[in-house]
């Protein structure tokens, strides 16, 4: 990823005059490694970090919401994330007695179908 | 069911059966893309509790941490996974490795190598684990012990006791010292279609189990057989169709012929007798544990009769209150690859205290990836623990601390040593049932 700095020429690539040129605040949806915020990079709010895959600029449910369920996923006492809908690992941590917190799965439970995925989902 | 010998009717002894198969069932799980870490989640979890529950009578006085709560020189319990590095265990990678030495392409029976060493690994981190108390040779990775002792100086943890989690309680079977005696019949890798197998030998193990051989005598005995258990390989397709060419019409009807086979036998025995029929390695069932039953489809006229039951492969069941549990093999087998023992009956006897039917599964042994539970933990000791495909046949009966007791049964191939082995479901004692067919 060191060379993710010099790429940027080919970030904003000059195209000919009938194609727009790629603004930076729209997202990229291909999932290409340079545009990755691990290093380096320039590029605002990269698509790898956003679990919706979309700007979330004006998502004000990032903040609370989304927070609690990233904490939940990251919290190595349930066991891994990945692979597993977030309610069906709340349902085996309680199943093997772990005791997680209610109010995860009352967000779980209550809220839009856009959170039903780990932070990771469809990104590794 | 019933064999007229003239006198009167003979008729047979009926059990009550009850089938414990349906944790080996996958109809439910669905997958989602998920790995094997949840699956040794979830082993870790489930024996992790189980082993915490036991610390207090094991040493009571000693804390116990996590990996990363180690202290240079602290005495205290940690409870992990054992994973085993092995030299000489295979690696995809060394497809790819530069150094193309004359490595041969037979592969070795057994991988250990006196440099294997253990390690072992819960949530936090990972410890190398020094002393010898605890010998590579008999442990595999994916079993989840308690280990006493103190790390070292060079970080490494040196062991000075272990904890297994031991037999499962187990509910006493009900004791008839004065009841009927009932027999089971296992029986395993028939091999029909095979170039080795003897049909005639099957043919004589069916007519004497059904009762078509022998005298009143050998009826009586026979009429007295409730259940027969089937454990694994019991077709074996001709390896020459599988070269990766599309088959014709020929070779497609070709390969239908072992289990055209199998179902006439199978269909003499479910006439008469209730059948378990269990997958194995070679049989069409998947790959990976716990195997699937097989397709009724495959026996269009043994699945016609009720007393037909194709299970998964562990199996799981209950007869008058005697629990079985037993296997086709693959797990021994792995065992077989990745540890040491004087007999196979000690890898028998090894699962049953560490729990745990397949330890090295999803390492070595194919495994399907469950998220929420770990089928292969045996909750409740069985009474009858068998394994199918083995060399010979041996038996041994094994007492746990809490009064348990198991028969361990090793079923021979019956393809190689047309001996099947019969057990009394009254007191447990088994005894060898063999057939040749040489005419000397």
Redesign the interface.
């Known amino acids: 990823m060191a060379s993710s700095s010099s790429d940027m020429k080919g970030f904003f690539r000059e195209k000919k005059k009938s194609a727009k040129p790629n603004k930076s605040g729209k997202p990229i949806k291909s999932a290409k490694p340079k545009h990755s915020a691990s290093c380096g990079s320039d590029v605002v709010q990269p698509p790898a970090l956003l679990s919706h895959g979309s700007p979330d600029l004006q998502d004000e449910e990032y903040d609370e919401e989304e927070m609690i369920l990233r904490q939940f996923d990251m919290n190595m006492a349930y066991g891994p994330c990945l692979g597993m809908s977030r309610l069906g690992r709340w349902e085996r941590a309680n199943a093997l007695g772990l005791h997680p917190p209610q109010q995860v799965q009352n967000l779980l439970m209550g809220s839009k179908m856009n959170n039903s995925e780990c932070l990771w989902d469809g990104r590794v | 069911m019933e064999v007229d010998s003239g006198n009167g009717v003979v008729e047979r002894k009926q059990s009550i059966y009850k089938s414990l198969d349906e944790s080996f069932e996958i109809q439910k799980e669905m997958y989602?893309?998920?790995?094997y870490?949840?699956i040794y989640?979830?082993r870790l979890?489930?024996m992790r509790?189980l082993l915490y529950s036991l610390i207090p009578t094991w040493k009571p006085h000693l804390p116990v941490c996590t990996v990363l709560g180690l202290e240079q020189g602290k005495e205290c319990i940690i409870v992990g996974t054992l994973f085993k590095h092995m030299k000489l265990k295979p690696t995809i990678l060394d497809e790819y490795s530069k150094e193309r030495s004359a490595s041969p392409l037979v592969k070795p029976h057994n991988f250990m190598h006196s440099d294997d060493y253990l390690i072992l690994e819960d949530?936090?981190g990972r410890v190398k684990l020094r002393g010898t108390i605890l010998v590579p040779s008999v442990y595999v990775t994916g079993l989840v012990v308690a280990l006493h002792g103190k790390e070292t100086g060079a970080g490494d943890f040196m062991v000075e006791d272990i904890l297994e989690a031991g037999l499962p309680p187990q509910i006493d079977r009900p004791l008839n010292p004065n009841g009927d005696d009932k027999y089971v019949v296992f029986v395993s890798g028939l091999s029909v279609g095979s170039s080795s197998a003897n049909p005639l030998q099957f043919q004589l193990f069916v007519d004497h189990i059904t009762g078509h051989l022998g005298d009143e005598k050998e009826q009586g005995i026979a009429a007295k057989i409730v259940q027969v258990v089937i454990a694994g390989n019991s077709v074996e397709f001709p390896r020459g169709l599988f070269n990766g060419q599309n088959l014709g019409s020929k070779e497609q009807s070709k390969l239908s012929e072992p289990t055209k086979e199998l179902d006439i036998l199978l269909t003499q025995i479910a006439a008469g007798i209730p059948l378990d029929i269990m997958p194995g390695t070679s049989d069409p069932a998947n790959f990976a544990l716990p195997q699937q039953p097989l397709h009724k489809c495959l026996f269009p006229g043994s699945a016609a009769y009720n007393t037909f039951r194709s299970c998964t492969n562990p199996h799981s069941f209950e007869l008058d209150n005697v629990r079985f549990l037993g296997t086709s093999g693959q797990n021994i087998d792995n065992l077989a690859i990745y540890s040491d023992a004087s007999s196979r009956i000690d890898f028998l006897e090894r699962t049953l205290k560490w729990r745990h039917m397949a330890p090295t599964s999803p390492n070595t042994l194919g495994c399907y990836?469950f998220?929420?539970r770990d089928p292969f933990f045996v909750e409740a000791c069985p009474h009858v623990y068998f394994i199918g495909n083995q060399d010979k046949y041996v038996t041994s009966l094994i007492q746990g601390s809490d009064n348990q007791v198991v028969r361990l049964i090793s079923i021979p191939r019956f393809a190689e040593t047309g001996t099947a082995v019969v057990m009394n479901l009254k007191n447990l004692e088994c005894h060898a049932l063999s057939f040749g067919t040489q005419f000397d």
């Open positions: 989602r893309g998920q790995q870490s949840q989640f979830a979890h489930l509790t949530e936090s990836p998220t929420d």
